[in-house]
């Protein structure tokens, strides 16, 4: 659970439900915002303009029962994503909602073709439905029951608002996953999530540049999430794909050449032109890792000098169950781009950052090659 959230004492179809705190600063703001312009909004639903309602303090009473009402309408909106999502055997893990709506996390995306676009449709199908469940409750509502009367107008227009702006077939907004989930049915997966963000990526630019020149500070805001969302979901989804299923063993360099910590900088210079190895595990005599020792730590050092006096350390570690998508977000953080794989304390291997490209690579073009074979079948 992120820090910044709180998780509510009930769940909702067997889902946990957060709340990030960033909603805790959003809902009076909100509530300030309808209630400044409700008769903006009472002119619009076609409410009558004298009402005491719109006197005193009343307007962000109201204003606060809407703006608790969107959070509850997007709640609703991803319980329907998730409902959906059950069918294809995909468990949600929780729901969060935050500044800007709400998030379903699932342990995946289902495999099955087209599963994903169904499983985004039925979101904005949810949130249609809702309006059209408040409307008849608006219309069933006494013309002189004016407060219910404008909350019920106005969260059933924030729904259908809810409904379009997710149906942008931009990443990560349902649009963009129907979008990704409709080109895969012809494409690789990678390729089909290259297309959408780069739909996405444009989206977001215009959405962005529109928000600059109305001044529109939340459609800028939404037009930078949507932004950097969309490429790091596309990037994200890149490599999963590439590593799924494997395991650091799978991946690692096993029966590694190693060095002592007394080795001098001549004679390990020596070995690294022999071997032809830039860079190589000190262990101590029991097999236990000290450091990494790379070429570029030769520099500037005096010839007789030993490993342990310039090596990097400690070694950053990895077991060998470890996923390989995991062993990729540790060796982004390691300057020498590698992590030596330990099991039980001794040294088994080494997995490089060039071994996880590679099998990403080999995979996306094993995909190709088996999507492209798979009409002759
Ligand atoms: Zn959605």
Request: hydrophobic share 50%.
């Amino acid at each position: 659970m992120s820090p910044m959230a709180f998780r509510l004492p009930f769940r909702l179809l067997g889902i946990p439900i957060e709340i990030d705190l960033s909603l805790l600063i959003v809902l009076p703001l909100m509530a300030w915002l309808i209630g400044s312009d409700v008769m903006v909004f009472a002119k619009f639903l076609g409410l009558p303009a004298n009402s005491p309602l719109w006197q005193g303090s009343t307007p962000f009473l109201l204003g606060f029962l809407c703006a608790l009402g969107l959070f509850v309408s997007v709640l609703v909106h991803e319980l329907g994503h998730s409902l959906v999502a059950q069918r294809y055997g995909a468990k949600t893990q929780k729901i969060t909602l935050w500044l800007l709506g709400g998030v379903a996390y699932s342990e995946e995306i289902p495999r099955t073709p087209g599963a994903e676009a169904v499983i985004a449709i039925a979101g904005p199908i949810t949130s249609i439905l809702l309006t059209g469940l408040l409307w008849l409750l608006h219309q069933a509502t006494p013309t002189w029951w004016v407060g219910t009367q404008f909350v019920l107008g106005y969260l059933g227009l924030v729904n259908l608002m809810l409904a379009l702006f997710n149906l942008l077939p931009a990443l990560p907004l349902d649009g963009g996953r129907v979008l990704r989930s409709l080109l895969a049915l012809t494409m690789p997966y990678a390729r089909a999530t290259q297309i959408a963000a780069q739909v996405s990526t444009i989206l977001a630019l215009l959405m962005g540049l529109w928000g600059f020149m109305v001044l529109n500070v939340w459609l800028m805001l939404i037009a930078f999430f949507v932004y950097t969302a969309g490429t790091s979901e596309a990037r994200y989804a890149t490599l999963s794909e590439g590593l799924k299923g494997f395991s650091v063993r799978n991946l690692m360099t096993p029966n590694v050449e190693v060095v002592p910590p007394q080795m001098t900088a001549r004679e390990l210079l020596k070995k690294m032109a022999a071997e032809r190895h830039t860079c190589y595990p000190v262990i101590d005599l029991y097999g236990k890792p000290l450091g990494l020792v790379h070429l570029q730590h030769l520099h500037n050092v005096e010839p007789e000098q030993p490993v342990r006096d310039f090596l990097q350390s400690p070694a950053p570690t990895i077991g060998p169950e470890a996923s390989a998508l995991e062993a990729l977000k540790q060796v982004s953080q390691s300057p020498l781009g590698r992590l030596v794989v330990v099991d039980a304390e001794h040294i088994v291997g080494i997995l490089s950052r060039s071994d996880l490209l590679r099998a990403i690579e080999l995979q996306t073009v094993e995909q190709d090659l088996r999507r492209n074979s798979q009409p002759q079948r």
